[in-house]
């Protein structure tokens, strides 16, 4: 069955303090893993796509890497609104024309000045 | 630029009573078109989507339907409301049929339902 989880659940971490979240999957022949970040009572925005293994998107502070069975939101010397609620997504070959994505449940990020 | 709109941002209905929720986009053609739900702890659950108009595809079966008279209007309804109806409800589009089926989803900002 195809799966996504997301670790850490929570995360706080001191401005400016770097870390990683992950996302680990197991989908039938991977199609594209997705990030988005979404912000408290807002819909998720998109941040990146990632389609192989060992390809790497980077925008601001941060850096999302892939690899055959996890992918990694680096954050880097992070900022106060960096804070969110981190998803990530992927899209298999039995997603079929419906496009049904498995979603993660989320890391929530919180960063204090 | 492409753009989505949803409505209204909040709801409270009585249990019984009809629902309808709506979302447009903007600046782009033929998009895919997506409802989905999120309750805590359970993730985003996709609910209906469609390719075109008067096409939709139904993937929980529940109380809600969807339609599209429009190409680019989506809309969620209910005949009658239920407790478990309660959730927030997002409206997606992606890039239509003759691009990569993997191209990312774009969401509105949502709508938060209570049903009470």
């Known amino acids: 069955e195809d799966q996504v989880t997301q670790s850490p659940e929570a995360l706080r971490l001191q401005e400016g303090e770097s870390s990683s979240l992950n996302c680990s999957y197991t989908?039938?022949?991977?199609?594209?893993l997705f990030w988005y970040r979404q912000d408290p009572g807002k819909g998720p925005e998109f941040l990146f796509t990632?389609?192989?293994?060992?390809e790497e998107k980077e925008k601001e502070r941060l850096k999302a890497t892939l690899t055959k069975k996890e992918s990694f939101l680096h954050i880097t010397a992070p900022k106060p609104e960096d804070s969110a609620t981190y998803l990530c997504a992927a899209a298999s070959d039995n997603a079929g024309n419906n496009r049904k994505l498995i979603w993660g449940l989320g890391t929530s990020l919180a960063v204090n000045p | 630029s492409q753009t989505i709109h949803q409505w209204p941002a909040t709801l409270v209905q009585p249990v019984g009573s009809p629902l309808s929720l709506e979302c447009t986009v903007e600046g782009t053609s033929n998009p895919n078109l997506y409802w989905y739900r999120q309750a805590a702890g359970r993730g985003l659950q996709l609910l209906f989507y469609?390719?075109?108009?008067?096409?939709i595809s139904s993937e929980v079966p529940q109380n809600l339907s969807a339609s599209r008279p429009q190409d680019r209007q989506f809309i969620l309804s209910s005949k009658k409301l239920l407790l478990s109806d309660s959730g927030f409800y997002l409206c997606a589009w992606s890039v239509g049929r003759r691009s990569s089926y993997n191209s990312p989803l774009h969401f509105g900002n949502g709508t938060r339902l209570t049903v009470t």
């Open positions: 990632l389609y192989s293994a060992g």
């Open positions: 989908v039938s022949g991977l199609r594209g």
């Open positions: 469609s390719v075109g108009i008067g096409q």
